[in-house]
Nanobody
Framework: QVQLVESGGGMVQAGDSLRLSCAASGGTLRNYAMGWFRQPLGREREFVAVISASGIQTSYAAFVQGRFTVSRDNAKNTVYLQMNSLKPEDTAAYYC???????????????WGQGTQVTVSS
C-alpha cells in the first residue's frame, strides 16, 4: 500500500513561487504515473498535471501551462510540482496521486495524499 504525503504549501502573494513535494512510503513510485490535482473550496477536484513513471511524458491543464512544472526523482521516491507566477485563482488544496496508467481523470488514480493548502493573495 503506497502512502503519499504532500508538503510545501503555504500562503504567498500573487506572482510568487512555491514548490510542492509528494513523498511516498510503503512502496516505490517508479511503477506509477503521478498526478497533481487541486480542489478550490466549494468546488470539484480538478486535474493540474501528470508525469509518466519514467518521467519522459508530462501533461498539464491549460490553466497552468507555462507556469507549473511537474518532475520526479524516483531515487528519492518523490514527485514535485514547481508553481511559478501564482495567481489568486490558484488557491486550493493540492493533492498528489498515483496511477498505473497515465491519466488526467481523478477516478483512474489509486492512491492519494491528504493534500496541502496553497493560498495566493492579490
Amino acid at each position: 500500500q503506497v502512502q503519499l504525503v504532500e508538503s510545501g504549501g503555504g500562503m504567498v502573494q500573487a506572482g510568487d513561487s512555491l514548490r510542492l513535494s509528494c513523498a511516498a512510503s510503503g512502496g516505490t513510485l517508479r511503477n506509477y504515473a503521478m498526478g497533481w490535482f487541486r480542489q478550490p473550496l466549494g468546488r470539484e477536484r480538478e486535474f493540474v498535471a501528470v508525469i509518466s513513471a519514467s518521467g519522459i511524458q508530462t501533461s498539464y491543464a491549460a490553466f497552468v501551462q507555462g507556469r507549473f512544472t511537474v518532475s520526479r526523482d524516483n531515487a528519492k521516491n518523490t514527485v514535485y510540482l514547481q508553481m511559478n507566477s501564482l495567481k489568486p485563482e490558484d488557491t486550493a488544496a493540492y493533492y498528489c496521486a498515483a496511477t498505473t496508467l497515465l491519466a488526467t481523470v481523478a477516478a483512474r488514480y489509486e492512491y492519494w495524499g491528504q493534500g496541502t493548502q496553497v493560498t495566493v493573495s492579490s
